[in-house]
Structures are given as C-alpha cells and as structure tokens.
C-alpha cells in the first residue's frame, strides 16, 4: 500500500495472506494496526502512509469527497475518506482514529503557486522511484520516534512537490525558505528532501554549508553516512581490499564510524538494479577542489552515461539512468568560483540539469544587505557569496533554491523585486521540532501563570537556569561563578556515568561538553581560557573541600531537579552512589593536553584539534568560543552552557543558543548560566535571560502568525504568500533589531484577525497614572453591563467564578479606540477586523468575562470608588518586552474559546472538559455564532513592584492596569484573516487575504 491509492485493506492483506494459507478477519486487522507497540513494524508502517494520505494534494485522483469536491490535506473530511476507501466499517473508523488523532502539526506551509503549476509530485511518482528515501527512512526508523520519522517524511514531501518537475520540457526555477529551530534537525530533513529529489530525478545536489571547513565537514559527514552509502563510496573497490582502501574517504584513515558500520549499506551496487550511482564532488577532507574531482566528474557528456545524447539530459530517456552529482560546499568565494568555472567548462548544457541547491543557514554569507559599518573585506566577502549564489541560479535554468535557516529575517526581508536575490517567493515552510527536542521553551515558562506556585517540576527557569551576575571587573565573584558552572558540569558526567552503569549501555554518552561563550574576540577567548584552567586546577576535586561542594550541589540542585524531570532515567539515591563516578569524569575531562579547548581563529586549522573530533573520538572537554561556536556547528554532548555575550541583532542572539538541542537521556541534567547584568550601553545593564525570552516569545508569534494564514481559500488563492510575510516579523525590544539588513520590505500590515482562539492584547505603555486612569474609565460601562454571576471551568474541568455581561458590539469598539498602546505596535490591524465583521453582521454581540478569583496572587479590591470588589491579580510588566505586560492565566482560555465557538464541547464526549461543562453550562449556554468573548481582567500597576496584597483597600485607578483578551466568533473567520496595503504608493500592489 506504500505510496497509492487507499484501497479496501482488508481484501489487499488476505490476498497476500492467501499464498501462506492464512487469512485476517477486519477486527484482527485493527488488532494489528493497533497494537500497543508503537514501533511495531506493521503499526509503524501503516502510520506513516496514513499520514501521507492524510497529507496529500487535494489534486490527486483519489482525493475527491462524493460530494465532487475534492478534499483538503489534514481536515477530518480527509481522514473519512480515506478510511471509507480502506473499507473499514464505523467501528473500525473509530479505533483507527483514537489510535491514529489527525494531528498534522509537522510543518506549517505559505506558498505562492504559479497560475500554470501542476502538482507533478504525486503519490504514485514518489513510489516508482524511491530508493534513496526509502534507504534514508530507515536510518530515521533507527534513531528517531514514528512520529518524528513521520513528519520529516510528510515535511520533505511537502518541500520537493514545490519544486519544478525535472522532466519538464520548460524549466521552472522555484525559490522557498524552511525555517527551523535552533540545533533542532535541519539537516536530517534536508537530507530527506536530497533523498526523495534524487528519487525524481534531480542530478546536481549542491549543499551550500556555512563559512568554516568544520561545519562543511560535518555536513558531509551526515549525508555520506545516512545517505549515499558505502557502495557509493566505495566506488566498486571490494570493503575488504585493504591495499586499495587507503585514498578511499573514511576507510583509508579508519574512520571508527566506518570500521564499526554505521555507514548506511544499501545492500547492492546502485546501477545493478536500475538507479543512479551517487559521484561525490566533495570529501569529508577537502572541499571542492577543481583539479582534483576533475571535469569528467560533473560532465554528464563525457562517458556514455545518456541513452540518448540527441535528446537532453532532463529527459526521461536519459535522466533515469544518468548518475548523480553531490557537492558539499562552504560558502567561500574561492570555493564557489571554482564550481561556476567548472561548470562553464563541462560539456552537458547547464540548462538541461535538473540541479538542487541546499542554503544551509541561508541567512549567513547569503543574503545581499550588508551593514555598512562591517569592516570593508565582510562586505566585499559577503556582496561575493551572495553574487555567486545568484551567478549559479543564472547559469542552471532547472536549478531549485532551498534555504535552510532558524532565524529568517534576513531572508524574508530580501528585496522580492530582485529576480538575481534569493528571496523564498513560491514556499515558505515552518518546521515543528519533535517531541524530544529541548529548544527555547523549554528553558522560559511561556505559558505558566504569572501567580502559579513555582517549582523545579513547573517552572523551567527554576529548573535548568542558574544566573550569573558578577561584575565584569569583579574577579572574585567570576570565579565563584565559574566554579559552579565547573562543578555542575563535572557533577552532570558523573551521573551520566551512572546511568551508563546502571543500564548497562557503556559508551552510550560518548561526548560531555561545556560551552563558553563571552565574548568574539581571540584574545579575551585565550585570557578567559587561562581563567578556567586556573579555577579547575584550584576545584580540588579529589579533596574533601571539593567533594562537600559538589555534595551540596547535588542535594540543593541536581537532586530536586532529577526526580521531578528525569522522565524514568536512573537518578542515585545517594550522592554515595556518585562518588566513584565523580573521580572518572574528572580524569575523562583532564585527559589530553588541556581540559579547556579555545575554538576560534580565521584559519580553518584552528578547528582540527585532535580533542575536538566528534567523530574520531569522545570528546569530554571544555570549549571556549565565539562566532564559530554559533553558526550551525553541532556541539555534541552540550550539558552546561555559561552565557554573557550581548549582541544587538535577534537573530544573531538567537544563534549563539547552542544550548538547544536534543538531549537524549540527560535532560534533567543541563544547566544554563546566563548573564543577569550584562554591562550594555550608556552604562544600562541587560539581563540576557530576559532578552533570549523575548526573541522566544516573537519568535512563536511568528510561527503562530504562519500557522494561522497557512494553506488556501475556498477559491484555492493561498491565504498568504511569501512576499506577505515580513511585515509579521514583531520586535518587542527597541535595541534588538529583527536582525542587520536595512532592507525591510515595503508592505504594511492593516487586516489582521482569526475567529475562535484567544488572543491577548497587552502591549500598553510604559506605566502611565494617565494612561491606567483613562483606561480604567474606558471600561466602567463594561463593568456595569457584567451584572450577572455564573461559575465557569478550566481545561482540568476547575471551576472558578465570574461575573459576565453581553454588550453590543459598536459599544466595546468605542471602548477600544480609547486605549493606548507601546511604541512598536499597532491596534489598527485588529480594529480594522472587527470593523469589517461588525458591518457584515458577522460579530454582534460580546459576552465580558470579569473573573472573580481568590487563589494565587491576587487580591480584592475597590476601585475608583465603584460598588463592586474587583479581582487585582499580579502581572509584570517585561522589561525585555518594551514594558508590555506578561501573558495572561490560561484558566480562563477554555471558556473564552467556548463561548467564541472555538471550542465545540459536543465534539469532546466523554472528556473531561464535556463533564464539567454539564456541571458548569454557563459557557456552553452563552455561544451563538457571532458572538465574541471578551475577558476583562486588573493587574497592580503601582510603579514600585508591588503585590496586589500590598495595595490598601480602596486603591486609585493611576495603580491599576486594565488588560484584556479577545476571543472573535469563530464563524466569522474560522480560518484567519490578514491584509495588506503598501507604505509606499507606486511601490506594488495592495495584497488582501482572508
């Protein structure tokens, strides 16, 4: 059944059961599908191509519902049809659904079809060529979840149906962006595209990495390790000939990876069943090198490789059987230079090669904005790159451009009228990390109440984020704080040794790293080297003075931490259980020349140091670096991170996250140390923490943003197009700019709105007694309408109790043209949508919630002398954020959204949200279709930090701030709305989406 049409399963399985004389009844069948065992190979293979139907075009044969129409990827009407062509019965349908939830979260996709594109990329084209990906699944079923292999399938499909079809008599050049997170997997899903591309029929990969050789060779590492294979490799030598082995890469300096095999082995020689040999145009030694691969190496006309060499290259005649080319390349203008010379050189017309082009960190070297105060050589170098990327793009008329980056400003804000530049005009597709993945969020408590109790188990921050608050001219301070970075790292590879002892699995923690990173330049790199030689020579580890510090960081911090988040990992019962371990980490650490390694330098040999291999060995070290360190590079094992460096460019802070990543057995052990008070300019002092939860928060306003205009409309335009997305770019803190280019496209955002979800509107001022007085006022007759008092629920079915109102909708407007907000944003857009859907007759009426609540911190209070108590709760206002206050408490979402129609409780029998909304029916009771819900909440605004408690009695409005959240009827917009208008006249066309 992989990759066609669903057809009744239960007559395909006995078919082939008939030939063993067996046969399957329908509930054996879902017994299969269904077992307990996810990784089941039966379950694991009907999820993945459930997914796939779940997930294909609308334009397939099969996709169409008996109503005609045809179907939309990742909607329930999808998922009934494919089931009633399986010929599953009702109860059938019910546990495939229960087993399998529609939960396509994989990737969030905006693209911009061309008028006579035709979605070549069918399922039936995936599956009569599929070696190289099926090859590649199985190194992700290995080493990754069904899950995560799932997405990166349908996310990599996503991606290559967007390309030009490479057998196309008209070539096509397409241009999209894929924007992932931090250390998150990038390359595991380009890998999946080059897989699935060469599969098609692709035949020039060229993978553009970053600057340094370091990273260069790490990326063909994976792609020759889990891609193309040791036959490809091997190029015909027999694995065992070791006298003809020693130019082979890999083998001939016995690679421990290779000698072990951990080289994917297809099993036979490519060509002897019908598909294309990869030719590696690169090494994991040396770079593109015009000499030393040759020019028969790229000419697809220098052997007899074509069928036919009348016809050309992209032909079916000749492209199946044509080999392929792989070149992994730095983005070097030398480098470069000597692939466009080669390829003007070779005898195969560039226009008849269906060539790939992976950007990987596409918003490094390649982006043509250049910030005039870098120094002449960085814009002379970095003006080259991005002119070569475009001298390739003109030269290979079939080749497809995808970027590749976790922070895509730069690139969304390239000039879209420059054919030449790179901007992602037909696809931009966000990525969603798997489950296993520990990035931002998992280090701030984005959604966790202001007034929850904090613990290690809750609170992220209290869980893996220590502070550093030293002065920088304070040398003792600094050295105590890196004796406890030290101490924290030592103490995490001992436990990671215990765990190795008490599961039996010796070497499964191959590296254990610390990153530091202060500053970019080599020289305070070397003197802050020196600093932690000395503070380790001076731990005195083996001394009963170390082994009490190390103690009580284990009971005061690692402890508490590991029996809350050790997700079933062993955790000692006694820091006893430690002690032997200790010692070994120490010696794994001190082994070498030194324990601190200094990674910096502008020669790439500054990279080769013995001690940081990843590859040739483990690597248990302390690494000091700058730039080098936050660009793409995998820094294996990454326990503790020690953190002060400031930037000014969001994304290039963003960057610098290395502590990002997968942490697989040992993520109740990493550390964060951070700078709190971080000298910044005109003697101010920036609390990074803060700032990285401000790019955080953006960051998923971005994505959230792209997520809700995603897809098309009833009328098939998409909702959104690349060329719509930069003015969804926010900037919460006026001294970090989104990133360095000037370039900021000309468009301007005036619609924005989405029906049934809650969304909080608190970006006001920095604290005003005017401000909170004529607000507070603004609102009185809200407060007067909401006479009623009813108990509402959360999502774990608590009730709590609320006084409600339902007021005209022209009334609220009036209210909320009263308000005033930060300097860097605007209400327009909102009002703009509630204009729109109040004149259509589509919002009528709102329902306010005023939340009278007495747990946690908050208070009851009379304000401005009204006759009521009203609720005052805690709510900061975010210094990283411009002032704007923190989010709001998520115990009043659920009701808002039922109300909203966003929530239908019908649909969740036997939940526990159904059981108490028929103990609580207020919300339920209170929906129509358009009607909105508006929640009304008070916070303590007193200037001077104090709790709500602390406020007397009667407080004045000047100490309040009135906040609100919106929730519009979801049929007026159950899908988003968003538009457009150009700032400047002249400059382009109004856009409109909705």
Known sequence: MDGHTPEPLLDEVNHHLRKVGMRLGEDELVDLLTCDDPNDPTRLAFHIQLTRWDSAVKEEDWATGMDGLPTLPGTPQRRLLVLDLLGLDADSVKRIDECYPLLLTGAVVISDAPSDWDPWYTDERAAERSFYWDAYRGVLERKMDPTAVRDVDRTAREIVRRLADPTSPTPYQSKGLVVGHVQSGKTANFTGVIAKAIDAGYRLVIVLTGTVEILRSQTQRRIDMELVGEENILGGIDRDATDLLADVDYAGHRDRDWVQGRFIRHGVRPRDVGVPEIRRLTSSRWDYKKLLAGLSALDFRSGNELADDRRPLHDPVNLYRSDVRVAVVKKNKTVLQRLVADLRSIHTRLGEIPTLIIDDEADQASVNTVNPKKSVREQRDR?????????????????????????????????????????????????????????????????????????????????????????????????????????????????????????????????????????????????????????????????????????????????????????????????????????????????????????????????????????????????????????????????????????????????????????????????????????????????????????????????????????????????????????????????????????????ELTVSGEGGKVKDFFQQPPRSAQVNRSHFAAVGPLLDAAGKADQFFDEQGNPYHARYGIVPADEVRQILRQFSWTANYSFAPTMAFMDDIIERGLLTEWVVVVPELTKGAVARRIVDGRPEQLTVLKRTRRDDRGGVFSGSSPRQRLAMEIISGGVDVSSLSGSPVASAAASYPAATDLHTPTRGAFLLTFAADTGNGAEPSQLPSRVDPTDVATLFSLSFPKAAAPVGRIGFKVKVPGAGAIVARD
């Not at 976790?406 to 054919?419: E, G, I, K, L, R």
């Not at 508490?560 to 000692?572: K, L, Q, S, T, W």
């Not at 991170?641 to 997968?662: H, I, K, N, P, V």
């Open 383 to 747: 003006s080259a790159i991005n002119k070569l990327i475009a001298e390739l793009l003109g030269l290979l008329d079939r080749a497809q451009y995808v970027g590749y980056t976790a922070t895509p400003f730069a690139n969304v804000f390239v000039d879209p009228d420059d054919s030449e530049d790179i901007f992602p005009k037909d696809f931009i597709v966000s990525l969603e990390p798997p489950g296993a993945y520990m990035g931002g969020k998992d280090f701030h408590d984005l959604n966790l109440a202001e007034d929850s109790l904090r613990t290690v188990a809750n609170s992220n921050e209290m869980a893996f984020v220590r502070d550093l608050c030293a002065a920088p001219d304070d040398d003792v301070a600094r050295d105590a704080d890196i004796q406890q970075a030290l101490d924290a790292y030592v103490l995490a590879g001992a436990v990671k040794l215990y765990r190795e002892q008490a599961l039996s699995t010796p070497g499964v923690f191959r590296h254990h790293t610390l990153l530091v990173h202060e500053s970019v330049r080599m020289a305070e790199h070397k003197e802050l080297a020196q600093r932690l030689l000395h503070v380790w020579r001076r731990a005195g580890y083996s001394t009963p003075r170390g082994m009490r510090r190390l103690h009580d960081l284990w009971r005061d911090d690692f402890l508490p931490v590991c029996e809350a988040r050790a997700a079933g990992e062993p955790v000692p019962t006694s820091f006893h259980d430690l002690r032997e371990h200790i010692g070994t980490a120490v010696d794994r650490i001190s082994q070498g020349r030194s324990p601190v390694i200094v990674v910096n330098g502008d020669k790439d040999a500054d990279y080769e140091q013995d001690d940081l291999d990843f590859q040739r060995g483990d690597v248990w070290k302390i690494l000091v670096g700058g730039a080098k360190l936050s660009r793409g590079f995998t820094v294996e094992g990454l326990t503790v991170s020690y953190y002060t460096r400031r930037t000014t460019t969001a994304d290039t802070l963003m960057q610098m996250g290395r502590w990002f990543g997968y942490r697989t057995g040992y993520k109740d052990l990493v550390r964060l140390y951070i700078g709190r008070k971080v000298p910044g300019p005109r003697n101010t002092r920036i609390d990074l923490y803060r700032a990285f939860e401000a790019i955080v928060r953006d960051e998923e306003d971005f994505r959230e943003e792209l997520r809700a205009f995603q897809g098309t409309d009833d009328e098939g335009r998409p909702k959104v197009r690349p060329i719509d997305v930069p003015p969804m770019v926010f900037q919460s803190l006026p001294w970090l700019k989104p990133t360095q280019t000037n370039k900021m496209y000309n468009a």
